[in-house]
Every structure is written in C-alpha cells, then in structure tokens.
C-alpha cells in the first residue's frame, strides 16, 4: 500500500515528456481489486486532467468506469469523441462493461451510484454539437449490441423522442437503429414518429429530411404517422417524396380513411393521380 501511494505521488507529479508512463502506471493500477486502491488511482488521473487545463482527457479514459454521470457529460465526452474510432471503442467498452456490472451487482463499491448507464451514453452523445463525431460515436456505442439490444434501444428511442428541442441527430440515430432492428419499425411509426409530430418536426430542415426519409423507406407502417400531420405538412411531404404519392392513396383507399383527411389534401391527392395517369 505505501508502495502504491508513493508510485502515484511520482506519477501525479511526472516530468515533462513522461506522460506516456504516467498513464501506464494509472492504468495497471486500476486493474487492481482493491476498491482503496481504484479511488485513490481515480483522484491523481483526474488531478493530471484537471492540470492539464482539462484537456488531456487521455487520463481519464482509464477511470471511465468509476467516472459519475456529470463527470463525464459535457467537455470529457466532448473531447473522448474526437480520438481514433478504436480509443472511443475501448472507451465506451469500459463505460458499458461496468454498467452491465452494477445491474447484475447492485453493491458493487467501486462503482458509484450515479454511474453512467447505456441510456445516459447515448442522451449525452445527443447533447454534443459536434454532429459528425457524435454521429460517430453513437454508431460506435450502438454496435455493442449485447447491451443495445432491441429492448434497451426502444426505450433510448422514446426517451430521445421525448426530449425538447428534439436532438439534431436524432433522426439519423433513429434510422440506424431500424436498419441494426427491423423489429422497431412498427413502435417507431406508431409512438415515436407522432412524438416528433407534437414537436412540429416539420419545422426543423435537419429532422424534417431524416422524417422524410424514414417515411419513405419505412411506408406504408409509416402512413399513420403521416396522418397526424397537419394538411399543409401532409402536402410538403409528398411533393418532396412524390413516390410514395399512389402508395399513400392505395393505403388511405385500403384503411378506408379517405373521409378523415382535408379537403385541401384530397384535392392535391386527385391532381397528383392524374398528371401520372395522364403520362401513361
């Protein structure tokens, strides 16, 4: 023990050009048992950082797992996703390794109480505004499907859907997720498309074209939502998507719902039918 605390009084204080074997040394030691020895390794890494001008988020990375949530979101995951695609890799293992560990161990000591759960990693990646890392690392972080199962990620989904303003990445998060599992089309049309419709999603550029999308490749599930759009969206929609024009028709003709749309929809609809009769 006093071995470990005078090696971490050397590595709290390295010299310059040595921080390569400080982190070494931080490292070896948090694979210790020891939950002292884990706290006291945690308190000099985030001493080096916080020298560091909180910037060399290199140090933290070892101690991810015993990190709390505020810890953590903010400006170290800011700055963990701009490293190679394999460092936040092994990084968001650590985190999501030690998240499966406290639900199976609830009592485990050396984790605290308000560690960082899979649903908390993927919010706070949303919350970044450096869209095309934070693109990245959620794909990074999705891939660990034993954790990200079909389960876990439809309620990230409902979760992220209910946020306002609703993320920016979220639409592209969403598509990925139905690529990775089909099996979430049907709750995603039914619950989490109509919760971006209470948010006037049609108001946003960004989530509009990923709702379009999603529309398109997912019709005719997809029509339900876009029956709970106001007329005016309805008809942005399908001029933009205009092939999915006669299948939306055949899905209102089959479900009988022609009589619950607007006037003005109905209208657009029978003109849009016959320019495409008209060319055949």
Not at 43 to 53: E, F, N, R
Not at 130 to 148: G, H, M, P, Q, T
């Amino acid at each position: 023990q006093q071995e470990r605390k005078e090696l971490l009084k050397l590595t709290q204080n390295f010299p310059q050009g040595a921080d390569m074997v400080a982190l070494r040394v931080i490292r070896l030691l948090m694979d210790e048992k020891d939950v002292t020895a884990k706290k006291e390794v945690a308190a000099v890494a985030k001493y080096i950082y916080a020298k560091s001008g909180n910037t060399d988020v290199r140090f933290l990375i070892p101690i991810l797992p015993v990190l709390t949530r505020t810890e953590l979101k903010g400006n170290v995951l800011s700055q963990m996703i701009k490293l190679k695609e394999e460092v936040i890799s092994i990084s968001f293992k650590k985190i999501l390794v030690r998240a499966r560990e406290r639900q199976a161990h609830p009592l485990r000591q050396h984790l605290p109480d308000d560690s960082v759960t899979p649903g908390d990693l993927i919010i706070y990646l949303h919350e970044i505004t450096d869209f095309a890392n934070a693109s990245k690392a959620i794909r990074v972080a999705l891939n660990y499907r034993e954790v990200y199962t079909a389960e876990a990620v439809a309620t990230i989904l409902t979760q992220l859907a209910q946020l306002q303003p609703t993320p920016k990445l979220f639409m592209r998060t969403l598509l990925l997720c139905l690529q990775m599992h089909p099996n979430l089309v049907t709750l995603s049309c039914q619950r989490v498309l109509p919760q971006l419709i209470s948010h006037r999603v049609w108001e946003d550029p960004i989530l509009w074209a990923g709702f379009l999308k999603c529309v398109k490749e997912y019709h005719p599930q997809s029509f339900t939502a876009v029956m709970q759009l106001p007329d005016a969206a309805q008809i942005s929609l399908l001029k933009q998507e205009s092939s999915i024009v006669v299948p939306f028709v055949e899905y209102l003709q089959k479900q009988a719902r022609t009589a619950s749309i607007s006037q003005r929809l109905v209208e657009f609809l029978r003109e849009e039918v016959g320019k495409r009769k008209a060319k055949q």
